[in-house]
C-alpha cells in the first residue's frame, strides 16, 4: 500500500 | 518568496552543512546558520530531506518516492525538481 502523495514546499518562517 | 534554481534529473544533490533540523508534529523545520532563517519543509520535504543526507541522483530520488508514494511519474518529478531548485536558491544542498 503506498503512501499518499503530498506536495513538498519550502516555507520561510517569520521569525 | 523564494526564487526557483534550474535543476536536472542528472544531477546529485545532497544536504548542505550548518542546519540545525528538528521534527515538530511530523514536519520538518530547519534552522541555517548560515542564512539565519527558519524554514519549514512540511511532511514531504522532510521526507526528502532525509533521502538526500548522502549524495544522491535527482533520479534515483525521484525513483526512491515513487515506490513509496501514489503519484504518477510526471508529477512527482516536476514537484520534486521544483522542490529541490527552492533548496538550492536557499543554499541548503549542494548539487553536481
Redesign the interface.
Known sequence: M????????????D? | MIENQVVSVSQVVKQNEGNIVSDMDGEKVMLSINKGKYYNLGEMGGEIWDQIKEPTSVKELIESLLAQYDVEESECRDQVISFLGMLASEELIQLS
Open positions: 503506498k503512501r499518499e502523495w503530498k506536495k513538498p514546499l519550502l516555507e520561510v518562517l521569525v
